[in-house]
């Protein structure tokens, strides 16, 4: 375990990068912001040249990898880092040079145990594309077809071990340091959320597996795919999967060009994250324009699953009637579903959060993403967020980044598109189909009966039973972080002990030389 001047020292060196991008101005004079985390910055920013204008995304790219993938969780939090700081995060692409093929290939053959020529025919050493974890080159295989290499960068695992113990080590202590604020947003739960998505990017195997998972639930979605893996020649730090050949979506000139109706890209690309996020609780959630493609008949096709979103049916059926209730104007309905999922604390109102949600939700109904916006929804509500002590619920963070990233994209495609009229009648007829009265009793029946099962074993298991939670899932363990000032205190207990058993010492070895001297005398 590193010791607490290392996270001091990397932290301090962070925050002098970031000082000299103009990134910490913000956090200095936010009132919320506790007065040690204010006190640290202003000597760690000394003899620093601060850039007049703030480059938030500038400054986690200069910071390194794990700083790019906690700047892009940031992005979707503008009630932490402000709208100012979101806005520019979202301009952060996770894109690096890349690293010399040299160093790839010792990689792979390492990672295969093999000769690369015993499995591919061909590699392109030139990179098609780099990132913070990996970077992808071109090949084809023994038996002829044409493949997509991605492989880890050498070292990326431990660098990115090195900081997020880092990352754990500051958010303990600014949750320590007993803000109320501090406790709302939980940057313990937001930095443990980041080190399980990362964890799972830097397994190239749990990639493959999750292409393989969402291609399952997107078999039904007409000209929407995802490319095949080969497991042949996939594993921990390489994944080969089938060549793609394609426009990128964001070409939106080449598209036009080859006779692709953009309104209609647009559209499907909405309702092919609906399909994934309502209907299958699982989706891609790295859809940023580098990672979609359009084929010469149309279809849409993802690449890059490291990060992927899971929601349970539960909370499914909250966010379908969320969605429903702010297009057609209930916000009393989706006021109760806050309360009902334990996102607002009780002591609330839900009429005055009900008016709260009506000044957020109002202004957007009938409009065109080219006047309001997904993201502007949700700046408004994390806007209301302080006033009614709405705890982070960071199991929906990649979500609401998700939300973002296709609606930029859709209205790229096609400015004059509407959110809420492509989404409201598929979250309606999800809602009709998983909520209305057939499906309500076939749920029921099905409840019942495994509820009848499940007695004996629940009998035996009383005492470990648990009420539910609400809409958010059990929350990861978090790493028990020794605070700088319990660490002193231990210290002086430890000195203090060690002085009472060498007092104890002295004190009995005078009695015993002085019972001695009794004894002769």
């Known amino acids: 375990m590193p010791r607490p001047l290392t996270h001091i020292w990397r932290l301090g060196k962070w925050a002098r990068i970031a000082a000299r991008h103009g990134a910490l101005r913000g956090i200095q004079n936010d009132p919320n912001t506790p ?63 890349p690293v010399p093929f040299e160093e790839i290939r010792a990689s792979m053959e390492a990672a295969y145990e093999a000769p690369l020529e015993t499995l591919f025919a061909e590699i392109d050493p030139v990179a098609v594309g780099a990132a913070s974890i990996a970077q992808v080159h071109r090949g084809v295989t023994t038996d002829g077809r044409d493949v997509a290499i991605k492989v880890l960068r050498p070292g990326i695992r431990e660098r990115f071990a090195r900081d997020i113990r880092t990352y754990e080590w500051a958010a303990a202590h600014l949750e320590a340091l007993g803000s109320d604020e501090a406790r709302r947003l939980r ?20 990639e493959a597996a999750s292409a393989s998972e969402l291609a399952e639930h997107m078999v039904g979605t007409q000209k929407y795919r995802i490319p095949q893996i080969d497991w042949d020649r996939t594993n921990g ?103 009902e999922a334990q996102y607002v604390p009780s002591h609330h109102s839900v009429d005055e959060f009900a008016t709260a949600l009506r000044a957020v939700g109002e202004p957007m109904r009938g409009k065109p993403v080219s006047e309001l916006s997904v993201g502007q929804m949700l700046d408004g509500l994390f806007a209301i967020t302080r006033d009614f002590d709405m705890q982070t619920q960071p199991h929906l963070l990649l979500l609401q980044k998700t939300m973002v990233m296709v609606e930029g994209i859709a209205t790229q495609l096609y400015p004059q598109i509407n959110m809420w009229d492509v989404s409201a009648p598929f979250v309606r007829e999800w809602i009709r189909d998983e909520l209305g009265p057939e499906a309500a009793l076939a749920n029921r029946l099905r409840e019942d009966t495994e509820t009848l099962l499940r007695i004996p074993a629940l009998v035996r298991r009383l005492e470990e039973h648990y009420p539910p939670r609400g809409g958010a899932p059990e929350p990861p363990p978090l790493p028990d972080i020794e605070l700088m000032w319990e660490r002193r205190a231990r210290q002086e207990r430890d000195r203090n002990w060690l002085g009472y058993v060498a007092a104890a010492l002295v004190g009995g070895g005078a009695m015993w030389l002085a019972a001695m001297q009794g004894w002769i005398g």
Request: aromatic share 8%; no cysteine; charged share 25%.
């Open 187 to 206: 940057p313990q739960l937001v930095i443990a959320n980041l080190k399980r998505w990362t964890n799972r990017e830097l397994d190239l195997r749990r």
């Open 35 to 97: 007065l040690p985390v204010k006190r640290l910055i202003g000597i760690f920013s000394i003899g620093t040249f601060k850039s007049r204008e703030p480059d938030y995304a500038g400054a986690f790219r200069a910071i390194g990898p794990a700083a790019i993938k906690l700047g892009q969780t940031l992005a979707t939090r503008p009630d932490l880092v402000g709208e100012e700081a979101a806005r520019n995060l979202l301009t952060l692409q996770d894109d690096l040079p």
């Open 237 to 339: 730090r390489v994944m080969t999967i089938e060549w793609v050949d394609g426009i990128k979506i964001s070409n939106t000139e080449a598209l036009i060009a080859a006779g692709h109706d953009l309104p209609d890209l647009a559209r499907r690309l909405v309702l092919a994250f609906l399909n994934q996020a309502i209907s299958a609780g699982y989706f891609h959630a790295d859809m940023h324009q580098g990672n979609l493609f359009v084929q010469a008949d149309g279809t849409i096709v993802a690449i890059d699953f490291g990060i992927m979103g899971r929601i349970d049916r539960r909370a499914r059926q909250w966010l379908a009637e969320i969605l429903y209730g702010l297009t057609t104007g209930n916000y009393r309905r989706v006021a109760e579903i806050h309360f």
